[in-house]
């Protein structure tokens, strides 16, 4: 997992290697306005999400997601995941930081 500053945007940046080296990456960046996640798969392909920030809202799905503590991200009509290759503990962490940097509005 790695941070870096670039123009005045976070960038988070998660790569995974699995046992076969097929490679997941994954890329947040969030400017004063916008939230964009660019998940590379194994595949080559590229999915992209991007929401004003103001409406972007990190979910925990404690038991009912494909894998423990699943964490997703929703706004702009639609709801992804992030970080489901990380381990229990990372997931939490991530859902802590999405929470902290993406704060509630209600």
Excluded at 42 to 62: F, I, L, S, T
Excluded at 75 to 98: T, Y
């Amino acid at each position: 997992v790695g941070q870096a500053a670039e123009d005045g945007a976070n960038i988070w940046q998660v790569d995974w290697k699995e046992p076969k080296e097929r490679a997941i990456l994954e890329i947040l960046t969030l400017t004063d306005d916008l939230v964009r996640l660019e998940r590379h798969t194994p595949k080559k392909d590229v999915k992209e999400w991007e929401c004003n920030r103001y409406w972007a809202r990190p979910q925990m799905h404690g038991k009912d997601g494909p894998v423990p503590y699943y964490v997703t991200l929703k706004g702009a009509g639609r709801e992804v995941e992030i970080g489901a290759f990380l381990s229990e503990d990372e997931r939490r962490a991530l859902f802590d930081d999405l929470c902290r940097i993406l704060p509630s509005r209600a």
